[in-house]
């Protein structure tokens, strides 16, 4: 079935580092790829999406590329800022249709002054 | 204006109670989804409706039952509490068109059982 690997955390960055957050996926067809963010205490929240093969999403700073030849669409930002910190998850429309979110195990990244 | 809102925000109960939680979108969606959170941050779906329809009920103890007056409520009903339930419960929308549909999520409800 379709499925999300994600890069495990937890990741910690002084602020202005260069973030990378790996994301792979299996799944049948061409499907859009998301990434949400979870801010403490809060909801989810849409970050970027991407439609189709190499497609790039960005919003906020960061973006993330539909790589259909390597399964990936890993989430990167130039230079974070303490207020990334935050859960960020992988996510993938699965069983054929958009009625459902499969999400990766989400990965906590904490930004330092 | 909120989109995807949930009531309550918190629910702190007794094992063996019944509670209900509420969720209301403003977005003019068809679809609407339960997920459930756990204590290591894990998303999983446990129901979607699409215009008031069941569409999945993903292996969820029959305890749980939603319930979907019209298209923009959809509301949870937990009978017999476990402390196994405690989690964070997540509402969703979404327009109905395929893989490329956006979910919108509500801020969550916190529920512990004691």
């Known amino acids: 079935g379709d499925s999300v690997t994600q890069m495990e955390g937890p990741v910690t960055l002084s602020e202005e580092a260069f973030l990378t957050i790996n994301c792979t996926y299996t799944?049948?067809?061409?499907?859009?790829l998301f990434w949400y963010v979870q801010y403490p205490g809060e909801g989810l929240q849409l970050l970027l999406k991407?439609?189709?093969?190499?497609d790039k999403g960005s919003n906020k700073g960061f973006e993330a590329t539909y790589r259909k030849e390597t399964t990936s669409f890993h989430l990167e930002k130039g230079s974070v800022q303490v207020s990334d910190s935050a859960v960020y998850f992988c996510?993938?429309?699965?069983?054929?249709?958009?009625?459902?979110?499969?999400f990766g195990k989400g990965t906590l990244l904490t930004v330092n002054p | 204006d909120t989109a995807v809102s949930q009531t309550p925000k918190y629910l702190v109960t007794q094992m063996g109670n019944d509670k209900s939680i509420k969720c209301e979108q403003n977005?003019?969606?068809?679809?609407m989804y339960w997920y459930k959170q756990d204590s290591k941050k894990f998303l999983k779906i446990m129901f979607s409706?699409?215009?008031?329809?069941?569409?999945i009920n993903e292996t969820v103890p029959n305890r749980f039952s939603p319930k979907s007056p019209d298209k923009a409520h959809l509301n949870l009903h937990i009978n017999s509490l476990e402390l196994g339930d405690s989690a964070v419960y997540f509402c969703?929308?979404?327009?109905?068109?395929?893989?490329?549909?956006?979910?919108?999520f509500g801020p969550g409800t916190r529920l512990l059982v004691l």
């Open positions: 799944a049948t067809g061409y499907p859009s």
């Open positions: 991407a439609t189709k093969a190499d």
């Open positions: 996510a993938l429309p699965s069983g054929g249709s958009n009625y459902k979110l499969t």
């Open positions: 977005l003019g969606h068809d679809t």
């Open positions: 969703a929308s979404s327009q109905w068109g395929g893989r490329q549909e956006t979910q919108y």
């Open positions: 409706y699409n215009n008031k329809e069941l569409i």
